[in-house]
């Protein structure tokens, strides 16, 4: 048992050095080429990443459109036929002692609907339903950019398509929709004055939106920095796009999720009327 143990300890060693000097290989590498010549300044390149104004797409020959948008399109799409193929071929098999992937999705399931449930026990059946979704939508939206996918821009440049909501206006739709979600809350629960509540924090969508846009585009940027120096262009992307991405995926995706179920359970709760002999009684005490 030693001997494997050992054995096991040494084939570690060996592997973690080759890792180094790969990377150290590397490094002396990316060096030794040098710079090419930028037909853009990093400030161009960092500039249109956030607005869009040159690297844009054309759809269908129709209109010229960011790519933000058609990765939504893409990633839309692509869990329509996602959930329609697990509808289809896989719930109607569920066993009740669950395989891996069963399990997979009822945890991802169980997560939103526990997190509605805990924050909204009055009213959680619509709310689960949304936080799914959105939650869906921000997790594999934001691993999409991962894949690296290429488009070809209306001035004949590639560009990979990016995280859908790393673009402004899809970030305030959802912050908006987020919103009007709530608000419908305060409605279902409480009629008007679940609107009045809700207007209350009329500044929550406007949180909500610059929240999620100023963590995808942080890290959007990250990345075309250090992909536009070849020096750094080499192992640090492996870091730097991997880790990033799932940490925004996955603490963007609790955030705006666990902020619309705590803001629905409070405008949609109902408060009893105390009578007015009560409301006396409670004076004179």
């Not at 180094?20 to 990093?42: D, N, P, Q, R």
């Not at 859908?164 to 409605?187: E, R």
């Amino acid at each position: 048992m030693k001997k494997k143990e050992r054995k096991f300890e040494k084939n570690q060693m060996r592997g973690f050095i080759i890792l180094l000097v790969i990377a150290a290989v590397c490094l002396v590498c990316s060096f030794m080429i040098g710079s090419a010549e930028k037909t853009e300044t990093v400030q161009e390149v960092m500039r249109d990443g956030v607005l869009h104004e040159t690297g844009r797409i054309s759809l269908l020959g129709l209109k010229e459109v960011n790519p933000a948008y058609i990765s939504s399109l893409v990633v839309v799409i692509a869990l329509l036929v996602f959930a329609a193929c697990v509808r289809i071929f896989v719930i109607p098999h569920f066993q009740y002692v669950p395989g891996k992937f069963q399990l997979l999705l009822e945890t991802w399931v169980g997560f939103f609907d526990n997190m509605a449930k805990s924050n909204s026990p009055h009213r959680h059946k619509f709310l689960s339903v949304y936080i799914f979704t959105a939650g869906s939508y921000i997790f594999v939206g934001t691993l999409f950019e991962l894949l690296g996918l290429q488009c070809v821009t209306t001035h004949g440049t590639s560009i990979a398509l990016p995280a859908p909501l790393s673009d402004i206006n899809a970030a305030i739709a959802m912050g908006c929709l987020s919103y009007g979600i709530i608000m419908s809350g305060g409605i279902a629960g409480n009629g008007l004055k679940g609107i009045g509540k809700t207007l209350r924090d009329f500044s929550l969508p406007i949180s909500m939106s610059f929240r999620l846009f100023g963590s995808l585009l942080s890290g959007l940027l990250v990345t075309a920095l250090v992909y536009y120096f070849i020096q750094l262009s080499f192992i640090l992307p492996v870091v730097v796009g991997i880790l990033f991405t799932l940490l925004h995926a996955l603490i963007q995706t609790y955030v705006l999720t666990m902020l619309t179920a705590l803001f629905y359970g409070e405008v949609s709760e109902r408060h009893p009327k105390k009578n007015r002999a009560a409301k006396q009684k409670a004076l004179a005490d």
